[in-house]
């Protein structure tokens, strides 16, 4: 069943009332038991100003805050009711609200019938906040090295926490697949999640972004203002990609606000409070950036007290073949006809340095899935760069695949860092292996 039906399947048959409204405050959606409150019918409903039907609702001002509104008490005639008002969020932008109502008359024992109330309503909103937000948890994460692993017990032991974590790795590896998983294994997994890509802005658009802006505060600003990213994900979790990225002027900024819990809008005079927690990400090392002067180190504290280094797909070789078969799953799906891959071929896989990792795979994986006529890859479907790799055969003995595998692993290293001496001292160092072992090693 489609997750929408399924959805209005469920609020049809609760007790309580539900009613959803848009961003202009029409009703959209509406169960029996709202309907049956207030004496209307469905296409009575649909359609309408919520305040037209009751003019004293709030929650259009939900809707326009993007705050909650919780335990509202009221009154009518001889009846006492509940209500509590959400604001619905999609990519960040509020785009309606909903309300749920509960009557005290009903309620077998009042206090366990308002928890079990509440429990519902995060769970609706939660679903509904999911379509657009997080929706990876870590039974996504493909680990099966030892290394892997380590990192995502690690993660699920972090995620139960609301510490600001630091997610350390190269780009493709997954980060925001973590950070994800760690939104949604914490307590705030019903609340927002809210990602953005520090790099893609310019200083000024990226404060605005973040922090929203006041009318009138610069040329084009919107009518009435903006809320920015941090109040939009407040209860829930922020995650700030490529943070290296961010002028140094910003981040004390945001410094103040990992600080305070207060952020300022562009152009405006109050602070508003925020509770938001701070996943960011680098594939930078943000240490060589403090020391070109472009990063704030009492910001690299603040942001690294719990570092997560994600392992690139070169140190987790043994996860290959299960990447492949989800990634191959998922474009089986996409493309409508079965995608399998044979064991040469994914061999060959496993011998490639990937300096683009996950991503990188799937790319290969599709590009593959287009060219095979018969829909099993094979090694002369792969890339024309991975025909050059020393791939498994019966032409190569063990020790000539690890000498192989060990000369490409060298230099692939060396066109990383370069190759001076001081920078073949850093990779043998890098390597475990001395000086003397690596030239060995490249020279066989």
């Known amino acids: ?9 469920s609020m049809d048959n609760i007790h309580e ?59 009518e005639e001889e009846e006492i009711y509940f209500v509590n008002m959400y604001p619905i969020y999609r990519e960040g932008i509020v785009i309606g609200g909903i ?41 996504h994460i493909i680990a099966l090295s030892p290394k ?52 893609n802005f310019q200083e000024s658009m990226l404060e605005s972004e973040l922090f929203g802006y006041a009318e009138g505060s610069f040329t084009g600003a919107k009518k009435g203002g903006k809320i920015g ?60 950036y403090i020391e070109a002067g472009t990063f704030r180190k ?9 570092p997560i280094r994600i392992p690139p797909l070169r140190e987790r070789l043994e996860d290959i073949p299960p990447l492949c078969e989800v990634i191959l799953s998922e474009i089986s799906q996409s493309i409508k006809r079965p995608i399998t891959i044979d064991k040469e071929a994914l061999e060959a896989l496993q011998y490639h340095h990937w300096p683009g990792n996950v991503r990188e795979l799937r790319n290969v994986l599709e590009f593959c899935a287009y060219v095979s006529e018969s829909g099993n890859i094979r090694l002369l479907d792969l890339p ?11 032409q190569n003995t063990l020790a000539e695949r690890v000498r192989a595998f060990e000369k490409q692993e060298i230099e692939s290293l060396i066109k990383k860092h370069g190759d001076s001496l001081e920078s073949k001292k850093k990779i043998a160092q890098e390597l475990g292996i001395s000086l003397a072992t690596l030239y060995v090693k490249l020279n066989k």
């Open 298 to 306: 009492d910001l690299y504290y603040r942001l690294s007290a719990l």
């Open 148 to 199: 892997s692993l380590m990192v995502k017990q690690l993660a699920e032991r972090l995620a139960s926490t609301d510490a600001t974590i630091f997610l350390e790795s190269e780009s493709g590896t997954g980060k925001e697949l973590y950070a994800q998983a760690i939104h949604n294994a914490s307590p705030r997994a019903s609340a927002p999640f809210i990602a953005i890509n520090c790099a």
């Open 99 to 139: 309300s749920v109502v509960t009557f005290k008359a009903d309620a077998y024992n009042f206090r366990s019938e308002l928890e079990e109330y509440e429990r519902r309503s995060k769970e609706i909103l939660e679903h509904l906040n999911r379509r657009s937000g997080a929706k990876y948890t870590f039974e």
């Open 1 to 9: 069943m489609h997750l929408l039906s399924f959805l209005e399947a």
């Open 384 to 394: 024309e760069n991975f025909h050059r790799t020393i791939a498994p055969s019966s």
């Open 229 to 288: 990213l941090f109040e939009a994900a407040d209860g829930g979790t922020l995650f700030l990609d490529e943070i290296s990225e961010m002028d140094i002027s910003l981040q004390s900024k945001l410094l103040r606000v990992l600080q305070e819990r207060r952020i300022r809008p562009v152009g405006g005079i109050d602070e508003v409070e925020v509770d938001v927690r701070i996943i960011s990400a680098s594939n930078a090392d943000l240490e060589e």
């Open 17 to 75: 009332g539900i009613n959803i409204i848009d961003l202009q405050g029409r009703i959209v959606y509406t169960n029996p038991a709202y309907r049956s409150f207030v004496g209307m019918e469905k296409d009575e409903l649909l359609g309408r100003l919520i305040v037209d039907i009751r003019p004293g609702a709030k929650l259009p001002e939900v809707v326009a805050s993007g705050r909650p509104l919780l335990h509202v008490v009221r009154k």
